[in-house]
């Protein structure tokens, strides 16, 4: 029965299909196996499209490293000595400055009061062949709460100068956060913050302490000489500013997309009339952890700024045959894209434990997407 399962999935996702014509068929296989539906529900209390790739992930042989899923030239970052024991580098975002491209990391570090560790943010400097070569720590702690933490980064450039938002929080009594906040710092030419900005949108409230939710994954972008966020990629919820202020809002609806809830990625890249982004999604794979996807879409370079065409299947999806750890769920989490010599050079993290890079052609990108 599992095998058969198997391969309907596997046959079927090899040919293309999407996720409704796999859930028909295999609903058929599952309905007839009560005992395995009953453990598949009381493992995860969820829709039936989740149940099924809840099994998928549980059935289905390991997918190949990030490396080997395409044939796009493809490799994980070497940060060398600074890769001291007990620390990690991942979720990169990256930006050109001069004759280099410059990557900004998460630096995970252990503690053994909590399990969440100590996370800030450091700047490589890369060489043509994407060799970490120098090394800045980024001093956002001036200006901060005991135990705060920053991570997951986003670089770009806003009137000139390098923007960075990233997700920060305290950590309370070694024990619990106190929720996700969306912050922003404009950096100098030695990558150390002018000056900081709390942005209140959403749920981001005025500090730290101030969010009535959590808010991640937040996409700036200069158009028309004008400050605009991609709050929401699904739908598409672009918001232009003035003076620090919500100028106008812009929602328009995202498009169909197999592979879980479209979240932001990459800052937007101008290509023409359209901008382009590299985003994430995930799915249930042994539960509570998820798998994570990337793709790619394209929006229109005029408001409401409405996604034009996107890619029909992951280009990248998380795999345990990258460096992992137990316990860890599989990721490719991009958060940085730069357009050079007509290629994509987009950053990574994988896994929650390294960092990775991928140079994706335009043209194949706009097939992919076509």
């Not at 990459?266 to 794979?285: A, L, N, Q």
């Not at 958060?335 to 994988?350: D, E, I, P, R, Y």
Request: proline fraction near 6%.
């Amino acid at each position: 029965m599992e095998s058969r399962i198997w391969l309907i999935i596997n046959v079927m996702l090899s040919t293309g299909s999407d996720l409704s014509e796999i859930l028909d068929d295999v609903t058929i296989i599952l309905n007839a196996k009560p005992d395995l539906l009953r453990i598949i529900e009381e493992k995860k209390k969820v829709s039936m499209n989740d149940r099924l790739w809840y099994f998928y992930g549980f059935m289905r042989k390991r997918i190949q490293s990030i490396t080997k899923q395409t044939d796009f030239k493809s490799g994980f970052f070497d940060f060398g000595k600074a890769l001291q024991s007990g620390v990690r580098f991942f979720n990169p975002s990256i930006i050109t400055k001069g004759e280099n491209n410059w990557l900004i990391a998460r630096k995970s570090e252990g503690n053994q009061f909590n399990g969440m560790g100590i996370n800030s943010l450091v700047a490589f400097k890369l060489n043509a062949d994407h060799k970490p070569i120098e090394y800045i720590p980024i001093n956002l702690t001036t200006r901060s709460y005991a135990n705060q933490h920053f991570e997951d980064p986003r670089i770009t450039v806003i009137n000139g100068k390098p923007w960075l938002s990233y997700c920060t929080f305290q950590i309370l009594n070694n024990a619990y956060y106190t929720g996700a906040h969306q912050q922003v710092a404009v950096l100098n030419d030695y990558w150390q913050p002018e000056w900081r900005w709390d942005p209140i949108y959403g749920n981001n409230g005025g500090s730290i302490l101030q969010n009535s939710g959590n808010e991640k994954n937040w996409c700036w972008f200069e158009h028309d000489s004008q400050l605009h966020l991609i709050y929401m990629t699904e739908p598409h919820e672009v918001a232009s500013w003035v003076n620090g202020e919500v100028f106008q809002k812009y929602e328009t609806p995202g498009k169909k997309w197999r592979y879980g809830h479209m979240r932001g990625g990459t800052p937007p890249v101008r290509v023409g009339d359209e901008y382009i982004c590299f985003f994430h999604s995930s799915m249930p794979w042994k539960a509570p952890k998820r798998q994570y996807f990337m793709g790619a879409y394209a929006f229109e370079a005029k408001p409401p700024f409405k996604i034009t065409r996107m890619t029909k299947k992951p280009i990248l999806s998380g795999s345990q045959e990258d460096p992992w750890q137990e316990g860890l769920p599989l990721v490719v989490f991009p958060c940085g894209a730069v357009l050079q010599s007509n290629k994509f050079l987009v950053t990574m993290g994988v896994n929650d434990y390294v960092s990775s890079w991928i140079e994706i052609p335009l043209d194949d990108l706009n097939k992919l997407m076509a």
